[in-house]
């Protein structure tokens, strides 16, 4: 899948990437020096709300993508990115929110890979103090190919 996921971004872009490492990264198992540098040199990141998206900003590739997964309400199944506005805000890179993509999101209830995923829709009317409570769970294939057209500045 890397291979074919680093063919179909170079493309377009004249091969100007070298390599993809797809990571699960858990940042409590590296210092923070080390999260840091992790940081400065990743072009695409994707997270969910939390202190974890605040990475973002050790970002400094011009053309680093953030892509965001709004957090969702088990009871409503109705999502928010309220608090992407931070990273606008202080971000020098792309963002890119799943709230345009809801078909790529379900609320799943329970924290099972197993366990039923419900769409979800988008919140009318929202608190600064919103807080989700789903587990949320992205089409990979779809996930894959916003990346790619991300990378093609095609989005």
Do not use: W
Request: charged residues 20%; glycine residues 4%; negative net charge.
């Amino acid at each position: 899948m890397k291979e074919r996921l680093l063919e179909q971004v170079n493309e377009v872009n004249g091969h100007v990437f070298e390599n993809i490492e797809i990571v699960n990264l858990k940042l409590e198992s590296i210092s923070v020096a080390q999260q840091i540098e992790f940081f400065t040199t990743l072009n695409v990141y994707v997270t969910t709300q939390g202190s974890a998206s605040f990475m973002s900003l050790f970002m400094i590739n011009p053309n680093a993508l953030m892509i965001y997964v709004p957090s969702c309400l088990k009871e409503t199944f109705m999502c928010s990115d309220i608090h992407l506005q931070v990273h606008e805000t202080f971000s020098n890179i792309r963002i890119i929110s799943l709230m345009d993509h809801l078909h790529l999101i379900q609320c799943v209830t329970e924290n099972s890979h197993q366990a039923q995923g419900f769409p979800v829709k988008p919140i009318d009317v929202i608190s600064p103090e919103f807080k989700g409570d789903c587990h949320e769970r992205v089409n990979p294939e779809g996930l894959k190919d916003l990346i790619v057209k991300s990378l093609r500045r095609e989005l």
